[in-house]
């Protein structure tokens, strides 16, 4: 590198006379296992050189590990270096996920013109909006990736370590104390120098937060990139702003989003992955024609993919109302209807169950026990008379006013089965410092069949901890806050406001065509 640090490479060479092309990897976690299989071996069998490298601090390379912050200036020495290699076939493109993700936006800060395409798998471009986005702290996903990646060389990997029991335990205990910043000290020990750092800078516009923002990085790309994302993964919401961006400064590229995870990627959707990584490279890198495909393949979950032009696609709007009663109606309350309230205890918060969680606890999960929770409202629809198909983003708006400026919401919109059992579908959460009488929340884009004979539900909480740090009800910063103040939330639904649910659903679903 520019400032004398050695970083550490395998190189995968094919064994043919006439190499497509050449791959670049650039990865935090190792080059075993699972990276030297997914990258390495199979794509020299195809005629790729492949280059894995372990970034700065990982495994073997110079330097301390500070994440994020020497990508951009690693990358573009790597490429450097990798000009002068006698193998080098003239063009690259880079692949990988999550961190290898991000590693990918950081070169294409300024796109080297050897650079043929990327693919770019639940990999964020901004890590502000990553940890800070809703105004609360992701504190399970990145006190807990912290955590592993201090202890990563030690023995654990990079699922083991998520994996384990103990670890999990571990880890709830330490994000239900408080000051959040000494708790995760207290976890970190003296691993993870940068916790601090990102819990004292809650400001997304902070200078702080600049070399880990790589928003210019979407104006400046060239090249075709393929796009990966799952409707269950942390960072699905920067995925599409990704894809939607490009699409509008016509660069060439394709989005796939399945039924996953963010560990699922890599584990459940890898056939699928690869099968359209091979195809991509083959286009773009390789020389070689590939199938036709459309711009966005979204699967419906319980169902089946979808093949479609754009995202998101064209969906007629179904309302539904909120009542009180625990009831959900396409039609509107009466003015007087009274209005239903709960109380967000920080001392007892709401917990997390499923969604875009980095856990294996995230995803689709039975979430019947928290619509009986004392501080979340639950309004329930009618069995459906027949399919419906939500595609696209739904939007809640709450007629909403609260005791303590200093409140958080979260809504989740989940479908409750003929025997009653609850599974949630999609979920949206903001942090508050004033009233406004109107809360308008944009729940995470989904596509999803509710079949007919089940029901929707929609349910309002106070919070969702570990995902989002609970609200202390205080103005401390978040950092340091101990002390605890409990929030009354009312939901009103005729007197004082109109509380609904926006859907873009109907009884097909959409086509290319």
Known sequence: MRDGVDLVADHYAPRTGAPAGTLLVRCPYGRSFPFSSLFGAVYAARGYHVVIQSVRGTFGSGGEFTPMVHEVADGADTVEWLRNQVWFTGTFATIGLSYLGFTQWALLMDPPPEMTAAIISVGPHDFSQSAWGTGSFTVNDFLGWSDMMSRQEDGSRLLGALQQGR???????????????????????????????????????????????????????????????????????????????????????????????????????????????????????????????????????????????????????????????????????????????????????????????????????????????????????????????????????????????????????SQVDADGRSTNVTDGFVRQTTDSGVVKLTLDAVAHRFPAGSRLRVMVAGGSHPRFVRNLGTDEPPISGTTIRTQRHTIHHGAGGVSRLVLPAGPRPPSAH
């Open 167 to 413: 670890y999990r335990r571990r880890l709830a205990r330490t994000a239900n104390q408080v000051p959040m910043g000494a708790s995760g000290r207290t976890l970190l020990g003296t691993g993870a120098p940068w916790w601090e750092s990102w819990v004292e800078h809650p400001d997304r516009q902070d200078p702080f937060w600049e070399p880990l923002r790589l928003t210019d990085a979407l104006d400046r790309v060239d090249v075709p990139v393929l796009l990966f994302s799952g409707w269950q993964d942390l960072f699905l919401d920067q995925t599409l702003a990704q894809f939607a961006h490009l699409r509008g400064r016509d660069v060439t590229t394709a989005l796939t989003v399945g039924p996953w995870t963010h560990s699922q990627v890599m584990t459940k959707g890898a056939p699928r992955v690869l099968r359209e990584s091979l195809a991509w490279l083959d286009e773009h890198l390789g020389g070689k024609p590939a199938p036709a495909r459309t711009r966005v393949r979204a699967h419906v979950d319980g169902e089946h993919w979808l093949e479609l032009d754009t995202w998101p696609p064209a969906m007629p709007e179904h309302v539904a109302y909120l009542h009180s009663g625990h009831r959900l109606s396409d039609v509107a309350p009466d003015e007087a209807a009274p209005a239903s309230t709960f109380v967000f205890d920080p001392a007892d918060p709401t917990p997390t169950i499923g969604g875009r969680l980095l856990s294996p606890e995230g995803g689709y999960r039975d979430d019947t026990s928290l619509a009986t929770r004392p501080d979340v409202l639950d309004f329930t629809g009618d069995p459906l008379t027949a399919d419906l198909y939500l595609v696209g983003t739904p939007v809640v708006e709450l007629a909403h006013s609260c005791d303590n400026p200093y409140n958080d919401v979260f809504v989740r919109l």
